[in-house]
């Protein structure tokens, strides 16, 4: 699934002023590439992360997806079965277990139970979480556990894209470059997009292309190399 950006941009409007956070972005973000977008705070980036997962719409220009405009899309469905979105704090539900976190968009799909159990406990599995653990709850885990039961709820929705805004700013090295492992196999061996907004360098150096993000406006660095071996 093609995720492309023409010409947007986004404005937040008040009584008193008009920020215009992102500014004629375009760009496609294809399957099986990991992408990076690096920027200061302030500099757009969260907002464009928030515009590519259809939890806004852009005040200018259109989010496509594979050609349709997300406007004319159902965007709660979008991000159920199509789009996923990690964020930092993990967004678990604390007094849901790890196993029922990981079930849930099924859950909510109303996919049968049985099949959608097996779903999340293969999900869990695949991200090196132990069977012991399902029935924990998330606050009994790590920093990097729980971002791996983020992943793994996303993975069970079989999302093309998944886009994750600053993964790693709540963990240590070991946990942020286990994570980054995972999502960048994701691209390479199962073919997912994956965008991460980022300020940190060493995590932008997974990635296939690195964008820039400066004052709204996304700018490809052409001095960034393929990510790690």
Known sequence: MDLKLEQAGYCYRSKYQTVEAVKDVTCTFSPGTFYAIMGKSGSGKTTLLSILAGLMLPTSGQVLVDGISIAELDRPRLRLEHISVIYQDFNLFPLLTVEENAVYPLRLRRQREADALERAREALLSLDLRPEQFRRLPNTLSGGEQQRVAIARALVTGSDVILADEPTGSLDE??????????????????????VVTHDPVAAEYASVVFRMRDGHLLEDPGAQEGRA
Not at 178 to 193: H, K, M, P, T, V
């Open 174 to 195: 070991e946990n942020s470059q286990l994570i980054l492992d995972i999502l960048r196999r994701l691209a390479r061996e199962q073919g997912r997009s994956i965008v």
